[in-house]
């Protein structure tokens, strides 16, 4: 899996939050799914686990912290903040916006509806919490 950079490209971040929250055809998975803005299926989160679109295990939480399918950590979300494996802010959230580091809008959640900053829909989550759609999107899309 290609590793996102967020200071180099702002759209690919919000991009990458929309693709870790989608899942494919596990029945007892129905409900935590991520889609496109299209409603095509983009992964699924079982638990602390993340799957891309075919199934594949892409990463993991544990504690606060963001680990990739091979167990190599990626980031860490704190209150608000997002934070790289570095330990760099790589962005933040307030009650529905997401922001870059250095504080430009990214998108917005509302429900379970993902937007881009400027205002279209480019994705929706299936009973996610919020904690595991800004997993996804700051870290798997």
Known sequence: MKMFRPR????????????VLIGTAWPHAQAQRLYDGSSRPLGRVDGDRYYDESGR???????????????????????????????????????????????????RIEGNRLYDASGRPIGRADGLRRMQMLVFFFFFM
């Open 57 to 107: 295990p892409i990463g993991r939480t544990e504690g606060g912290r963001v680990y990739d399918a091979s167990g190599r950590p990626l980031g860490r979300i704190e209150g608000d903040r997002i934070y790289d494996a570095s330990g760099r802010s790589i962005g933040r959230v307030d009650a529905e916006r997401l922001y870059s580091a250095s504080g430009t809008p990214m998108g």
């Open 8 to 19: 180099a490209c702002p759209r690919a971040l919000l991009a990458l939050s929309i693709v």
